[in-house]
């Protein structure tokens, strides 16, 4: 099956830097690739996702890239505010039903 | 739309004793997962239902554990008996069940603990 490994398991970030993360995946079949942000106590919850078919993608702040070659794919967040603290699963699937998750990333955004 | 509900928010709970967990999800969608979350183990999927039937289950801890999805409204995950290993967050989500690697919606989860 699918193996997502993420790294960094934590990250600490004054404001206003960014913070990248990454993931890498096993299965070359992998076709679709979201991002979730869980604050504490809280529910996961889709921030960004790309698919195989796209290189990067981009939203306000935050944006993804993916390296199908390498198989590995990375969230990037610009001028990180102190809302931008979370737990943050990047995720692999081929296409179907089964997302496979990484262990996660803790960042903390220093005011 | 509510999103995806589930009930109760926190059990606590005696080793022995039988744990429903309940989940509604949103309406329309036809694909519904329950995950567990640990900090050792992360985000584990137990099951995935599709028009209400059970397609995937291999993820289900053992057989004290099982779920059910009587309509298409409506899921229950039964622990019984419990154990204090399960405690965890159980969390429901609910995509439209496309099959093309879609977004979960999660519910709010519930905090499950074991004494």
């Known amino acids: 099956g699918e193996n997502v490994e993420q790294h960094p398991s934590t990250l600490s970030v004054q404001e206003g830097d960014s913070a990248v993360i990454k993931c890498t995946y096993s299965?070359?079949?992998?076709?679709?690739f979201p991002w979730y942000k869980q604050e504490l106590g809280k529910r996961p919850q889709l921030i960004i996702d790309?698919?195989?078919?796209?290189g990067e993608k981009k939203d306000q702040r935050i944006a993804v890239t993916l390296n199908k070659t390498a198989k590995h794919f990375s969230l990037h967040i610009t001028e990180t505010q102190p809302e931008d603290s979370a737990v943050y699963f990047c995720?692999?699937?081929?296409?179907?039903?089964?997302?496979?998750f990484g262990a996660g990333t803790t960042v903390t955004v220093r005011a | 739309d509510a999103g995806v509900i589930q009930s109760p928010r926190h059990e606590v709970t005696e080793m022995g004793q039988e744990v429903t967990l309940r989940c509604k999800p949103i309406?329309?969608?036809?694909?519904l997962f329950w995950y567990r979350q640990t900090m050792m183990r992360g985000l584990e999927l137990l099951i995935y239902?599709?028009?209400?039937?059970?397609?995937?289950d291999s993820g289900m801890p053992e057989d004290r554990f099982s779920a059910k999805m009587p309509n298409a409204s409506f899921s229950t995950l039964k622990i019984q008996p419990s154990e204090p290993r399960d405690s965890a967050v159980y969390f429901c989500?609910?995509?439209?069940?496309?099959?093309?690697?879609?977004?979960?919606?999660f519910g709010s989860g519930t905090q499950l603990s074991v004494l």
């Open positions: 989500a609910s995509s439209l069940g496309s099959g093309e690697g879609e977004k979960l919606f």
């Open positions: 299965d070359s079949a992998s076709n679709y």
């Open positions: 790309i698919r195989s078919n796209v």
């Open positions: 995720a692999a699937s081929n296409g179907d039903y089964k997302l496979s």
């Open positions: 309406s329309g969608h036809n694909s």
């Open positions: 239902f599709n028009n209400n039937v059970p397609i995937d």
